[in-house]
């Protein structure tokens, strides 16, 4: 089975509304995490990581939590525009192992005006 | 380049026909994967070329698939005898070095229609 997955595989906000967008995974190995978004007909675009030894970062506009004990990440959108209607990926890798990002199915963000 | 280019970036295919998947990756970048990302699903990882090291071809789904990296750069992905199944955007991406220490940046990907 997959070994990061997301608890919704939709979500539906209104614009201006705070957006939250969970992950849960299975490899406690892992200590990189990464959040991408993916628009329609588009590759994933970065947006966030995060590594183990943290528990929070923030960009603009998003925050990434990471909880080691219950192996769950979660995506945090201030401020929810239209634009940033995608789909929404986590993904985690076993760091300096040389591994490949492994990614979850994703969650689709839609924004409402 | 400015980013990863992939070509073609629409290809239908009648099944049992051979197809190669282009990636050119952005310059400098030492590592390049390849995934699979099927109709609504999330990204099946396929193959990882991190410099001169023999490639992570643990994803590759079938002995059909296979991909080489020429000369530390440009990267192809043929998949032999097509399968309906096959149907998929193949996504490739590159950085600077393994996953744990650079970001990956992805080509827009190429979408392939098997017959």
């Known amino acids: 089975g997959e070994s990061v997955g997301l608890h919704l595989p939709t979500l539906s906000v209104q614009e201006g509304d705070n957006s939250i967008i969970n992950c849960a995974y299975s490899n406690s190995a892992s200590d990189y995490f990464i959040w991408y978004k993916q628009e329609s007909g588009k590759g994933p675009q970065f947006i966030i990581d995060i590594r183990s030894n943290m528990d929070k970062r923030q960009g603009q506009r998003v925050t990434v939590l990471l909880n080691k004990t219950v192996k769950h990440l979660s995506l945090q959108i201030a401020a929810t525009q239209p634009g940033d209607s995608a789909v929404y990926f986590c993904a985690e890798n076993m760091g300096q192992a040389g591994t490949a990002l492994i990614f979850g199915k994703g969650t689709t963000l839609s924004v409402s005006s | 380049g400015a980013g990863v280019s992939q070509s073609p970036s629409n290809k239908v295919t009648e099944k049992g026909k051979d197809v190669e998947l282009r990636c050119d990756p952005i310059?400098?970048?030492?590592?390049l994967y390849w995934y699979r990302q099927s109709l609504g699903q999330g990204l099946e990882f396929l193959i990882y070329?991190?410099?001169?090291?023999?490639?992570?071809k643990s994803g590759l789904p079938s002995d059909r698939f296979s991909a080489e990296r020429t000369g530390g750069s440009v990267s192809t992905l043929t998949i032999q005898r097509t399968q309906q199944e096959d149907s998929a955007v193949y996504l490739c991406?590159?950085?600077?070095?393994?996953?744990?220490?650079?970001?990956?940046?992805f080509g827009a990907g190429s979408r392939l229609t098997v017959l």
């Open positions: 991406a590159s950085s600077f070095g393994q996953p744990g220490a650079n970001v990956l940046t």
């Open positions: 070329f991190q410099g001169n090291s023999a490639p992570d």
């Open positions: 310059s400098g970048h030492t590592a």
